[in-house]
């Protein structure tokens, strides 16, 4: 979004599996400018899961249990189970073809992590040409993205389900509570979300898994490939998945 003065951003990695949110992004501004940053979606989704157990929104122990309990929690809505839709997250053409519905081909600007992670000054400048910035602006590059665990689970969960937006209690405190007490217990889950937090490396995932998500994507895949013109052959050749 843009004026005369001001270049406003804004990120929201969740948005674009939302067809609500992609029409009410276009009905509040149908001239902005939108970024996609797609990853191989076999890392994706496993990173993803890493994620949610961390979060507390994962209750299942193991990848592959949360892959096979998927079709189940679709059945019971995506906006339950958004953040644990680990394969239907990472189908991106079927997404990719509800933004095309409102914007313009030319409003959407589609990146790789590869593209990210072996040259991320190339990314900035392809970004801030889109804005008319100086093309010799040298940006500071730093990595924020570290992966931790939670030190309790059951804190996570219990943090997650005060937080469920259909929570009724949370709603009841919202009410409730003045807003700048409201402001300082925000701070305060996030001193305990922090402490709650620890250094993590997550397993290798399965070989077999790994294959039998590979073949899974592949034609999605192709879908993409010629949706988008890329070349996306390399995302399924072995490599290991971190």
Known sequence: CMDDEA?????????????????????HNPDIQLIVMLRDPIKRAYSAYWYARQKGWEPLHTFEEAIDAEPLRLEEGWEKWRYCTYLYNSIYHQFLEELFRYFDRSQVHIFLTEDLHQDPVAVCRRTFGLFDIEPGFEPKIEW??????????????????????????????????????????????????????????????????????????????????????????????GASVK
Do not use: C
């Open 144 to 237: 924020h993205n570290r992966t931790v665990g939670a030190r309790s689970e059951l804190l996570a969960r219990i943090f997650a389900y005060m937080m469920a937006p259909g929570n009724p209690l949370r709603h009841q405190v919202r009410r409730i509570l003045p807003r700048r007490l409201r402001m300082h217990a925000w701070r305060l889950k996030q001193v305990v979300w922090k402490f709650n937090e620890k250094p993590f490396t997550p397993p290798p995932i399965n070989p077999e898994t790994e294959q039998r998500l590979a073949e899974f994507f592949r034609s999605h895949n192709e879908k993409l490939g010629m949706l988008v013109e890329l070349d996306l052959s390399s995302w399924h050749r």
């Open 7 to 27: 270049i406003f951003l804004a990120k929201k990695a969740m948005l674009m599996y939302s067809p609500k949110a992609i029409k009410r992004l276009y009905e």
